[in-house]
């Protein structure tokens, strides 16, 4: 981590509004993890180290942010042929921060930024904006920025995702009447993902509740949209979650049911080997719960085969 400095327009930008509060916190913290070019390897699980040590957060929350960043124009994230990671740019990084003179060069300069590097899925900033719109960076991205892939609105973006969410919980708690065009619906579900709570999150609430209705520890007449997903029930279902997932919950048995909804996404999403992958990337003590849960779940699957 290195020394840097808070620009007085940063609390007063239109952009920073559309962060959480979470993710203006990890922004602030990625100047420090940056190189003198405002560099910096996008390693989701060391970035969360370093800016949230105590705070037992999920390394999808920052990808979730990060998404929301480039989405905004404030990172730029660039592949190099050859390189299994990728490298995050800070849009106009030089313009606010005064470098020491002794600090070393960047290291990732010449690797990430040759003329096959490929920049993703990224749009440029609004005028007046922190960062400003400008293509005149800390480094030069010319020949990257033409082979660039046409960005998305972040507005249709934040709305696939709430439709993503929506149809999640159709599809899990089986109310397939409930509509994904409504404004209310809509409404809440938007909020949330605003406000910084990722698309895995929010699905995660569905399939607990889900879990808990089957289980007698939920009322089915509060499976609802406007219920798992208002300001202050959403708050504390994702509560609930981080407390599940880091062992701390009072009732045994929900954990379970918390674990095996998240192995279940995985399982659709990633299969078997992904959801390998992501056991083995939960806290120790965790792990061998998961493993067994994963068994019981295939091996339900192949005998209904």
């Known amino acids: 981590m290195r020394t840097r400095q808070v620009h007085p327009d940063f609390w007063k930008s239109d952009s920073m509004a559309e962060l959480s509060l979470f993710g203006r916190l990890l922004f602030i913290a990625m100047w420090s993890m940056a190189d003198r070019d405002g560099l910096l390897l996008y390693r989701p699980k060391r970035i969360l180290v370093e800016a949230f040590p105590y705070d037992g957060f999920r390394a999808d929350k920052v990808d979730s942010a990060v998404e929301r960043m480039k989405l905004l124009g404030m990172v730029r994230q660039i592949a190099a042929e050859g390189q299994d990671k990728t490298c995050l740019e800070i849009v106009n990084f030089a313009e606010y921060q005064s470098i020491h003179p002794k600090e070393a060069k960047s290291k990732l300069k010449d690797i990430y930024f040759p003329a096959n590097s490929i920049e993703l899925n990224v749009i440029t900033g609004n005028p007046g904006e922190f960062p400003p ?138 299969g078997h080997d992904g959801a390998l992958r992501w056991v083995g990337g939960q806290k120790k003590e965790l792990q061998q719960p998961l493993l067994k849960i994963l068994s019981d779940i295939t091996n339900t699957t192949e005998a209904a085969n």
């Open 133 to 270: 719109a400008s293509t005149s960076t800390s480094t030069s991205t010319s020949d990257i920025m033409s082979s660039s892939p046409r960005a998305a609105n972040l507005d249709d973006v934040v709305e696939s995702q709430v439709t993503e969410v929506i149809e999640n919980f159709k599809t899990v708690t089986g109310k397939d009447r409930v509509s994904t065009k409504s404004p209310a619906n809509r409404k809440h579900v938007r909020a949330r993902i605003k406000e910084g709570a990722s698309v895995d999150d929010l699905k995660s609430v569905a399939n607990l509740k889900t879990r808990q209705v089957q289980s007698g520890d939920f009322k089915d007449q509060y499976l609802r949209i406007e219920t798992l997903y208002n300001e202050t029930k959403c708050q504390s279902y994702l509560a609930e979650l981080d407390a599940i997932r880091a062992g701390t919950a009072s009732a045994p048995h929900t954990l379970d049911y918390a674990m095996r909804c998240d192995l279940e996404f995985q399982l659709a999403e990633n």
